[in-house]
């Protein structure tokens, strides 16, 4: 019964650090795709 009682709290805690992942690269592929347009815009403007 522990065993079952304890694998509970370890899925929870698996899906939650999944979702945070998820959101962690989601900022990061934004913030890149950010940095891409910039640097597309400032060579754009100087070239």
């Known amino acids: 019964m522990s065993m079952v009682?304890?694998?509970y709290p370890i899925i929870s805690h698996r899906a939650r650090a999944l979702r945070l992942f998820e959101q962690v690269s989601f900022l990061l592929l934004l913030g890149i795709c950010c940095k891409i347009?910039?640097?597309y815009g400032y060579t754009a403007s100087n070239g």
Do not use: E, F
Request: charged share 35%.
């Open 5 to 7: 009682r304890q694998s």
């Open 37 to 39: 347009l910039r640097c």
